[in-house]
Each structure stands twice: as structure tokens, then as C-alpha cells.
């Protein structure tokens, strides 16, 4: 509809059954998006179902990290992260950067900060992909 009369349109907000997670089938995933804002999570996801990518998604910085250090993904999964994914409980804001460093140092090969901010910024990281907030398989 045309942008002027959207909000002739009515909309209707229904709460998910869950957070978007894995993709139906079992075994391992293709890809891992850590990302805090809810309509890159669903869009993500919507596209990964459409192409059949296994897809685990996580809103929690924490909760990717506890499944990455006990083991849950192999070292070349595919990891998409948000540069910026909020405050931990002392009010210090969570980089996916820093998350990527950390990742990097593990053996982890696959990592790219999915970010609206210049791949330029992130040049001191060589081995760090940098692209839009548009899912891979689009």
C-alpha cells in the first residue's frame, strides 16, 4: 500500500509461540545469528525456512557463548553477529566485535559482524567479514 495511507491499514500484533530458534530439521546447523533486534531475527529466519538453511538464532549474547563453549557448533559454522547487541546486567555494552575476537581465538573460521556501520571500522580485523543486515540467502 502506498506509504501515505499505512496507517489506514490495520494491524494486529500476535505474541510468537517462541523466539525464533532452530530450523525444524535435527543435526547440526548451517548457521548461527546473534542479533538483538527482533526484525532482523525474524527475517532472518523466514528466509533461512524459505531456503532451507538450518538456522539457530539467539537473542542473548550469553546464551550463543555458553552453547559455542560447550561445544554445540563446529569451529567452520557459519556466525553472524550484531555489532551492537545491547548492555550486560552492569550496564556495559555488548560488541559483536568483541564477541568475534573471542570466537577467533577459539579456532572458530566462519565469523561475520552483520552491522548498518563501515566495513572500515572493522579493517584492524583482517580475518573479520563485514556485511549489511540482510540475511546470506536472500
Same mark, same amino acid.
Given at each position: 500500500?502506498?506509504?501515505?495511507? +499505512? ?9 510468537? +509461540?517462541? $523466539? ?27 528466509? $533461512? ?28 559454522? +557459519? ?8 548492555? *550486560? ?12 575476537? *573471542? ?31 540482510? $540475511?546470506?540467502?536472500?
Amino acid at each position: 500500500i502506498p506509504k501515505g495511507l +499505512a496507517s489506514l491499514a490495520p494491524i494486529t500484533i500476535q505474541e510468537s +509461540a517462541g $523466539a525464533p530458534a532452530t530450523a525444524a530439521s535435527p543435526g547440526p546447523v548451517d548457521a548461527v545469528l546473534v542479533d538483538d533486534d527482533i526484525l532482523v531475527r525474524l527475517n532472518w529466519e523466514a528466509i $533461512a525456512e524459505l531456503k532451507g538453511v538450518k538456522l539457530k538464532i539467539f537473542e542473548d549474547p550469553a546464551e550463543f557463548l555458553a552453547q559455542a563453549q560447550a561445544g554445540q557448533f563446529p569451529k567452520e559454522t +557459519a556466525i553472524y553477529l550484531d555489532s551492537e547487541l545491547g548492555e *550486560d546486567g552492569n550496564g556495559k555494552e555488548i560488541r559483536g566485535e568483541d564477541i568475534a575476537l *573471542d570466537l577467533h581465538g577459539k579456532g572458530f573460521t566462519k565469523i561475520t559482524l552483520e552491522t548498518g556501520l563501515m566495513p572500515e571500522k572493522f579493517a584492524h580485523l583482517p580475518w573479520l567479514t563485514v556485511t549489511d543486515k540482510d $540475511a546470506p540467502w536472500s
